[in-house]
């Protein structure tokens, strides 16, 4: 059984859902992240989304865009993510690690070396952005091969007829973005969220995670009454951004991630 | 590599061009793409769309646009005899107009009540803030702060003609980061909005639209050149930022394999200095933008930042059909420097009474210094893409001179 599921099945078995950070790896340097990611399971953290910075990000709002420049100032590579979960996976055996970027760095790195790399250093699934399933197969068969999961997106926009092509390869969990917009810029309507997910959940038997508009421990609490993980981005890398200095900012963005923890396991009383 | 019996039948069903191309957008986007391109093939059958925009292209733009013999600037460099395609005559003063136009009609069929553009030199949000007035639909253009304050006089008029103009200041500030953001509201407004991308870039079915809606340059060219000279050109050429006017000038001739096809990017300070958007000369392989194209990264597979003092070319990718035609062989492509571009900006004004485009200027350049090559009864076609006037501010600056 991978991490991913794994960690899912005992989740449900606690009637828990999942909380999922996602930090843009290198932001605003490579130590930040290292130890971010070495507190964030003792947070409360059950999977991490690690975002590999790229120069283009279409599918960002402001926070994640400057964090990914911040990212890519600081000299933030992917064979250097590829360092620092390996760092993450001297100490860390369980927590799941999912890489979130978009397609051109992987293709200049090469699709299969990629596959073969991220895996060996302890990468358990792949959410490319702008790789849908009809381009994907250059890095599906290559993944399988190494085990990782293709985790697909379904969104607002997703009907059904969309949504057995999103299922068809489709691995680890779903990635639900709860809004038509890009990242960190709209809120959800919690009502319109509960029916996707529940549409999601009956067309496939992968836990639904649902992400893009969560910013506070009270959404986040309110998305994990019902789906399988609620997954913040654009709000901790704002906290990771803000003017304190680093040693406060570090212990403000782990309280948050602990109160986000706190409130999404909790939320099914 | 096997010669194929045509070049004109691209791109496949999943929108490739050999191994360029293709729909790399986010998932939201995906839907909305897939129902662009069925709207699109049905338009394409349908007789009425074809005949509305006809009309249009006939009485509104001024089509078709005049092939002219350019016998000064002919005589001046003493080779072939050079033909100028009068895309700078059209209505808006470039061919941005031909795909404007298509696109604006395929919305209103489609039921999209907003329209959303990017522009680098301002021309092509001039066309789409043009045929959203004409039509009395609301318009934003996302234009880079960079391109913004090089080209003025576009961003009065789009203003003029009732479009937002919203300046963008991510990244280099200039085409590329203008798409990012427009691909951004798309996202955002899935329902309402239709996208009117202006290159011969982006997700399918874009850059096989785009070309079909500018291919009636180089058609016309064909005819044009037939009817005067009894025969085809030897050399056809265009400037090369996303391809959208060169695309269009050299689709018609692809299985004409005695016409030699030539394009020309922007060399920025030298294509050997890091200053360019040489793309196709000096970039790889990659994926921006919805296509895999050739690309300017680093080796990270990072975008690098474009070059060039025309604001119409400083993109650091360009459309999957010229990255196919590029790796067939069918077209050659060659890049012009901005020094070189801007004496060809001075020769074309004093010569001939035009002032091209930066851009258009870029694929004179290419005619001035391969023409004297060539012998007297040769004859070179050049698409003219824009006219210069929005460049006089740009251009007085680089020839040190003050307005």
Same mark, same amino acid.
């Not at chain 2, 919203?166 to 691909?183: F, H, W």
């Given at each position: 059984?991978?991490?991913?599921?794994?960690?899912?099945?005992?989740?449900?078995?606690?009637?828990?859902?999942?909380?999922?950070?996602?930090?843009?790896?290198?932001?605003?340097?490579?130590?930040?992240?290292?130890?971010?990611?070495?507190?964030?399971?003792?947070?409360?953290?059950?999977?991490? #989304?690690?975002?590999?910075?790229?120069?283009?990000?279409?599918?960002?709002?402001?926070?994640?865009?400057?964090?990914?420049?911040?990212?890519?100032?600081?000299?933030?590579?992917?064979?250097?993510?590829? #360092?620092?979960?390996?760092?993450?996976?001297?100490?860390?055996?369980?927590?799941?690690? /999912?890489?979130?970027?978009?397609?051109?760095?992987?293709?200049?790195?090469?699709?299969?070396?990629?596959?073969?790399?991220?895996? #060996?250093?302890?990468?358990?699934?792949?959410?490319?952005?702008?790789?849908?399933?009809? #381009?994907?197969?250059?890095?599906?068969?290559?993944?399988?091969?190494?085990?990782?999961?293709?985790?697909?997106?379904?969104?607002?926009?997703?009907?059904?007829?969309?949504?057995?092509? /999103?299922?068809?390869?489709?691995?680890?969990?779903?990635?639900?973005?709860?809004?038509?917009?890009?990242?960190?810029?709209?809120?959800?309507?919690?009502?319109?969220?509960?029916?996707?997910?529940?549409?999601?959940?009956?067309?496939?038997?992968?836990?639904?995670?649902?992400?893009?508009?969560?910013?506070?421990?009270?959404?986040?609490?309110?998305?994990?009454?019902?789906?399988?993980?609620?997954?913040?981005?654009?709000?901790?890398?704002?906290?990771?951004?803000?003017?304190?200095?680093?040693?406060?900012?570090?212990?403000?963005?782990?309280?948050?991630?602990?109160?986000?923890?706190?409130?999404?396991?909790?939320?099914?009383? | 590599?096997?010669?194929?019996?045509?070049?004109?039948?691209?791109?496949?069903?999943? $929108?490739?061009?050999?191994?360029?191309?293709?729909?790399?957008?986010?998932?939201?986007?995906?839907?909305?793409?897939?129902?662009?391109?069925?709207?699109?093939?049905?338009?394409?059958?349908?007789?009425?769309?074809?005949?509305?925009?006809?009309?249009?292209?006939?009485?509104?733009? $001024?089509?078709?646009?005049?092939?002219?013999?350019?016998?000064?600037?002919?005589?001046?460099?003493?080779?072939?005899?050079?033909?100028?395609?009068?895309?700078?005559? @059209?209505?808006?003063?470039?061919?941005? =107009?031909?795909?404007?136009?298509?696109?604006?009609?395929?919305?209103?069929?489609?039921?999209?009540?907003?329209?959303?553009?990017?522009?680098?030199?301002?021309?092509?949000?001039?066309?789409?803030?043009?045929?959203?007035?004409? %039509?009395?639909?609301?318009?934003?253009?996302?234009?880079?702060?960079?391109?913004?304050?090089?080209?003025?006089?576009?961003?009065?008029?789009?203003?003029?003609?009732?479009?937002?103009?919203?300046?963008?200041? +991510?990244? +280099?500030?200039?085409?590329?980061?203008?798409? @990012?953001? *427009?691909?951004?509201?798309?996202?955002?407004?899935?329902?309402?909005?239709?996208?009117?991308?202006?290159?011969?870039?982006?997700?399918?079915?874009?850059?096989?639209?785009?070309?079909? %809606?500018?291919?009636?340059?180089?058609?016309?060219?064909? *005819?044009?050149?037939?009817?005067?000279?009894?025969?085809?050109?030897?050399?056809?050429?265009?400037?090369?930022?996303?391809?959208? @006017?060169?695309?269009?000038?050299?689709?018609?001739?692809?299985?004409?394999?005695?016409?030699?096809?030539?394009?020309?990017?922007?060399?920025?300070?030298?294509?050997?200095?890091?200053?360019?958007?040489?793309?196709?000369?000096?970039?790889?392989?990659?994926?921006?933008?919805?296509?895999?194209?050739?690309?300017?990264?680093?080796?990270?597979?990072?975008? =690098?930042?474009?070059?060039?003092?025309?604001? $119409?070319?400083?993109?650091?990718?360009?459309?999957?059909?010229?990255?196919?035609?590029?790796?067939?062989?069918?077209?050659?492509?060659?890049?012009?420097?901005?020094?070189?571009?801007?004496?060809? %900006?001075?020769?074309?004004?004093?010569?001939?009474?035009?002032?091209?485009?930066?851009?258009?200027?870029?694929?004179?350049?290419?005619?001035?210094?391969?023409?004297?090559?060539?012998?007297?009864?040769?004859? =070179?076609?050049?698409?003219?893409?824009?006219?210069?006037?929005?460049?006089?501010? +740009?251009?007085?600056?680089?020839?040190?001179?003050?307005?």
């Amino acid at each position: 059984m991978s991490r991913i599921a794994k960690r899912f099945a005992e989740l449900k078995k606690q009637n828990r859902a999942a909380f999922v950070p996602f930090l843009t790896a290198g932001d605003p340097d490579a130590e930040t992240t290292a130890a971010l990611l070495e507190k964030l399971p003792a947070a409360g953290a059950d999977v991490i #989304e690690l975002g590999v910075p790229f120069s283009d990000p279409m599918a960002d709002g402001p926070a994640i865009q400057a964090s990914s420049l911040r990212a890519l100032n600081a000299g933030m590579t992917l064979p250097k993510i590829l #360092e620092l979960v390996r760092r993450f996976r001297k100490h860390d055996h369980t927590t799941p690690i /999912v890489l979130m970027g978009y397609y051109n760095p992987i293709h200049a790195y090469g699709t299969a070396r990629f596959a073969k790399d991220v895996a #060996e250093a302890g990468v358990d699934g792949l959410i490319t952005v702008d790789l849908p399933p009809e #381009e994907d197969d250059v890095l599906r068969l290559p993944a399988a091969a190494h085990k990782l999961d293709i985790v697909r997106l379904a969104t607002p926009t997703t009907d059904d007829a969309r949504l057995s092509v /999103v299922l068809d390869g489709a691995g680890g969990f779903l990635y639900y973005v709860s809004i038509a917009g890009v990242t960190g810029t709209k809120s959800f309507t919690e009502s319109d969220v509960r029916t996707a997910v529940a549409r999601l959940k009956s067309a496939s038997g992968l836990p639904c995670a649902v992400g893009f508009g969560i910013k506070t421990p009270e959404q986040a609490a309110a998305i994990a009454a019902f789906a399988d993980a609620a997954v913040v981005g654009s709000a901790i890398v704002e906290r990771l951004a803000s003017g304190a200095e680093k040693g406060e900012r570090l212990r403000d963005t782990l309280e948050f991630c602990a109160a986000l923890a706190q409130a999404a396991h909790a939320a099914r009383g | 590599m096997s010669t194929p019996n045509s070049y004109r039948t691209g791109p496949d069903i999943r $929108g490739h061009f050999g191994a360029y191309g293709g729909r790399f957008v986010a998932e939201t986007l995906m839907p909305l793409v897939l129902e662009l391109e069925r709207a699109y093939e049905t338009a394409k059958r349908d007789p009425s769309f074809q005949g509305e925009l006809d009309g249009l292209l006939k009485h509104y733009v $001024g089509r078709e646009s005049p092939l002219y013999f350019a016998e000064r600037l002919t005589e001046h460099i003493g080779g072939a005899k050079i033909y100028l395609k009068r895309e700078d005559l @059209n209505h808006t003063g470039a061919h941005k =107009i031909n795909n404007c136009l298509g696109q604006v009609l395929l919305a209103r069929r489609m039921g999209k009540t907003r329209l959303i553009a990017e522009t680098g030199a301002g021309q092509h949000g001039v066309a789409t803030a043009t045929v959203a007035a004409r %039509f009395g639909l609301p318009c934003v253009v996302y234009m880079g702060e960079v391109d913004i304050e090089r080209q003025k006089p576009n961003v009065f008029r789009m203003r003029l003609l009732g479009t937002e103009v919203r300046p963008v200041k +991510s990244g +280099s500030r200039t085409l590329k980061d203008a798409m @990012n953001e *427009a691909l951004r509201d798309w996202v955002a407004n899935v329902s309402d909005t239709f996208y009117i991308i202006g290159s011969a870039a982006g997700p399918h079915p874009y850059p096989a639209m785009v070309r079909d %809606f500018q291919t009636v340059i180089g058609k016309e060219t064909r *005819a044009q050149t037939l009817e005067r000279e009894g025969r085809l050109p030897d050399l056809v050429t265009a400037c090369v930022g996303g391809g959208s @006017n060169a695309i269009g000038m050299f689709h018609p001739f692809l299985d004409d394999r005695e016409v030699e096809i030539h394009g020309v990017e922007a060399a920025g300070e030298g294509a050997d200095t890091p200053r360019h958007a040489a793309t196709l000369s000096k970039g790889t392989p990659g994926v921006l933008h919805g296509a895999r194209s050739y690309l300017l990264q680093d080796r990270d597979g990072q975008v =690098i930042e474009a070059h060039s003092i025309s604001a $119409g070319l400083d993109y650091p990718g360009v459309g999957p059909e010229h990255s196919w035609l590029k790796d067939e062989g069918r077209v050659k492509y060659f890049s012009v420097t901005d020094k070189e571009a801007l004496d060809a %900006f001075v020769a074309l004004s004093k010569l001939e009474g035009i002032i091209p485009a930066l851009e258009s200027a870029h694929a004179v350049a290419h005619v001035m210094r391969t023409a004297p090559g060539m012998a007297k009864d040769k004859l =070179i076609a050049v698409c003219l893409s824009g006219r210069g006037d929005k460049d006089v501010f +740009s251009a007085a600056a680089a020839l040190g001179e003050t307005i």
